[in-house]
Each structure stands twice: as structure tokens, then as C-alpha cells.
């Protein structure tokens, strides 16, 4: 079964600096309908504009991904974490017993666009903590790359939860493939571009929430398209 989550359906925050879609339940968004799917608990899409972002602010108990599309986003955190993150790194940070962080666009002329992905934990109280990896364009060409997992296989960033995150580039015309077994949901997420998932056509912003399905396919339409696959438990 496949349920599509469009993206002109999707929750709107726009404070003029920062211009964000929200798939799921956020801030002043709420929809009972869309709390999250098993462990995914959001996906926001935010463009920031130059030197603008997030003051300082606290998170606990949440496993947070920052997946950078365009731009640079500079990330400050009081364990003593600083860095920029850019199109190709995937940001893990782990917010356990309480994080403070900021969030800006390190770049005094150019938006940022990207994906910030909340997951819930397998455990609440965890130690704080950071990660960030770098993945080239041509490992996710064509194919699904893991880029984070449970155990943090094949150099992934490890997520504190039985998910793996697999990021893909696929070119018109090209498919990419994977099993999922009964027991997973899986969830689509369209970065860029447009692809058909097991014969529907999804769109950029676009979800879908996938379960009951042994095998998922995705091909590309036009131009190149990026997306994220989530395998989570149930």
C-alpha cells in the first residue's frame, strides 16, 4: 500500500527569513491525520535567506538530520560541535539528555534549502552527541547509497533508531530498486526532481508512506532527481 503525502498538501511557515514546508505536525502546523510515520517524526523543507537562521535553541530526546540541497548551513552546539554543512554531507546529532544548537546560513548572498528530519530514538536519556559524513554524487547515482543506519554500516551516520536512510540521483529513464520486507514500513521522500514509485509519479516535495509492498521501485522522470528512502521497523 502506498499513500501519497503531496506537497501542496503540506503544512506552511513563512516568516519572510525563513520560508518552510512541513510534511508532518510542527510548531503552529497541527494535523491529527499527520503526527509522523512509525519512527520518522518530521521532515521539514526550509529555505533560509543569506545570513539569516535558528538563534540558539534546546532539543532533547530526538534524533536530528540535516540534509543540505543548496547553500551552507553553519551549525554551532554547546558540546563543543561547529561546523558548515553542504549539498553531499549528511548531519546526525543526537539530542539525548539536551542539546542547545544554532542554525544559520553561512553565506551572506545565497538562500540555503535543505531537509531537516527528525527521528525518535530507540531510548530516551541518551548522551548528546554529533556526527556529520560527506557522500560523493557518484555513489548515490543510479543507486540507493546508505547514508545513515542503526550500527553505521558502509560509513554511514548512525542513527540511534532501527531505521536505514538511503539517499539516491536518478536519471531520467533509470530505476533503482529495493526489497522491503513485511515487517518495515517504508517512506519516500522527493528532494528534487519528479520519479515514478511502483508506477505512481511523485513530485518534489512529495511523500509517500509505503507498507504491504515487497519491493520498491523508483525511476526517474526528467531531470535528474534526488530523493531519500526511509526502511524503518514497524
Given amino acids: 500500500m502506498i499513500t501519497i503525502r503531496h506537497s501542496q498538501a503540506r503544512g506552511i511557515a ?37 545570513a539569516k537562521g535558528f538563534a540558539t535553541h534546546g532539543h ?15 551549525h554551532k552546539d554547546n558540546i563543543g560541535n561547529g561546523s558548515v554543512i553542504r549539498p553531499g554531507d549528511v548531519q546526525r546529532m543526537s539530542a539525548g539528555t539536551g542539546i542547545l544548537h544554532s542554525e544559520f546560513n553561512s553565506s551572506d548572498s545565497d538562500p540555503v ?22 557522500f560523493s554524487s557518484q555513489e548515490k547515482q543510479n543507486q ?24 539516491t540521483l536518478i536519471k531520467n529513464g533509470e530505476q533503482v530498486t529495493h526489497n522491503l520486507k513485511s515487517d518495515r514500513y517504508g517512506w ?20 509517500a508512506a509505503i507498507s504491504q509492498e515487497d519491493q520498491i521501485t523508483l525511476q526517474g522522470m526528467a531531470d535528474t532527481a534526488e530523493v531519500l528512502l526511509f526502511d524503518m521497523a514497524a
Wanted: net charge negative; hydrophobic share 35%; aromatic share 12%.
Fill in 144 to 167: 540507493l547509497r546508505l547514508v545513515g543506519s542503526q550500527d553505521g554500516r558502509q560509513g554511514s551516520v548512525t542513527i540511534h533508531q532501527d531505521v536505514d536512510l538511503y539517499s
Fill in 188 to 207: 519516500v521522500q522527493v528532494a528534487r526532481g519528479s520519479v515514478e514509485l511502483n508506477g505512481q509519479q511523485l513530485y518534489a516535495g512529495d511523500g
Fill in 60 to 74: 532533547r530526546d530526538m534524533e536530528i538530520i540535516s540534509y543540505v540541497l543548496d547553500g551552507a548551513l553553519q
Fill in 14 to 50: 513563512n516568516f519572510g527569513w525563513l520560508d518552510s514546508r512541513h510534511t508532518f505536525s510542527f510548531g503552529n502546523y497541527y494535523d491529527p491525520n499527520h503526527m509522523g510515520f512509525a519512527s520518522l517524526r518530521v521532515i521539514n523543507e526550509d529555505k533560509v535567506q543569506p
Fill in 113 to 134: 534549502h535543505f531537509l531537516q528530519i527528525w527521528i525518535l530514538p530507540n531510548q530516551n536519556g541518551l548522551e548528546p552527541s554529533y556526527e556529520q559524513k560527506t
